[in-house]
């Protein structure tokens, strides 16, 4: 039996609003007082460095970046830095693990296998490649076509995935994307040589999702053509109790 959930779904949401709704909608999980829930939006162009990040993976300068107009976040996802901008399409569950997995790397591979199933709809291979999350397209040793970095409290999931649809590469070139020495990065729109409609592909992860977790969306919110800021209604869904101002409140930094 499918467990019910809610899909929430932007255009677009800047970056410390949804950091700050997903560490409350969080707290409102282990409460009960919501759904497993699926956000899916694109943010403004925006660096974010995990856990695992060291100086050398931004050529040692976030001022570098930050003077090159960029945002930069230090997070508490898995994994180092990445780029997130329009034209990539992230997802942020926050589900209670042990009701869809047996722990974070079967977590890790349900994720993978959305993306990698979402990619076929539009006639493309996506891979897995041993000790490295994401997925990948291409001959040995591939592109990058999605990234996941991932935390998780108290058995409840936050942070997730970044698929590159019609997203601008060049800014990948100012890191090393993922910590990965080498690792190439690639998009939807570049491999078919053509525009994709990312609002197609977004329901798509949607629907894929829902399969691949044993999901039924009793809400979809589709809050197509807001833009969420701080101080916003973004975001405040039906259940969410008093933390949903909380989540509005931007982060440090």
């Known amino acids: ?26 707290e409102d999980r282990l409460a009960g007082r919501r759904p497993d829930t699926l956000l899916l939006l694109e943010h403004e162009p925006v660096f974010t460095i995990g856990r695992t990040g060291q100086d050398a993976h931004w050529h040692g300068s976030e001022a570098a970046l930050r003077g ?19 034209g990539q399409i992230v997802g942020y569950p926050i589900l209670r693990l042990d009701s869809f997995c047996s722990g974070p790397r ?12 979402t990619l076929a ?4 291979e996506g891979r897995r490649l041993d000790k490295r999350t994401g997925v990948w397209v291409g001959p040995e040793p591939g592109a990058k076509i999605a990234a996941m970095g991932v935390r ?27 910590g990965i020495a080498g690792c190439q990065v690639t998009s939807m ?11 197609q592909v977004r329901r798509r992860i949607g629907d894929v999702f829902a399969e691949v977790f044993g999901l039924h969306w ?4 589709d809050r ?24 509005l409140t931007p982060a440090a930094g």
């Open 1 to 26: 039996m499918a467990h019910p959930g809610t899909l929430l779904s932007y255009d677009h949401l800047e970056y410390t609003t949804a950091w700050k709704l997903q560490q409350a909608m969080v």
């Open 68 to 86: 090159r107009g960029y945002a930069v976040h230090r997070v508490e996802r898995g994994g180092s830095v990445t780029f997130h901008g329009p």
């Open 106 to 117: 079967t977590y890790m591979r349900k994720l993978e296998e959305v993306l990698i199933r």
């Open 121 to 124: 709809e539009w006639g493309l």
């Open 152 to 178: 998780i409290i108290r058995g409840v999931t936050m942070h997730g995935f970044a698929l590159n649809v019609t997203v601008d590469l060049a800014p990948f070139a100012h890191i090393v994307p993922c």
């Open 189 to 199: 729109a570049a491999l078919l040589g053509r525009p994709v409609d990312r609002q």
């Open 218 to 221: 009793t809400d979809r919110l």
């Open 224 to 247: 197509s053509g807001e833009v969420g800021r701080p101080g916003s209604m973004a975001g405040r869904l039906p259940g969410q109790g008093g933390s949903a101002r909380a989540a």
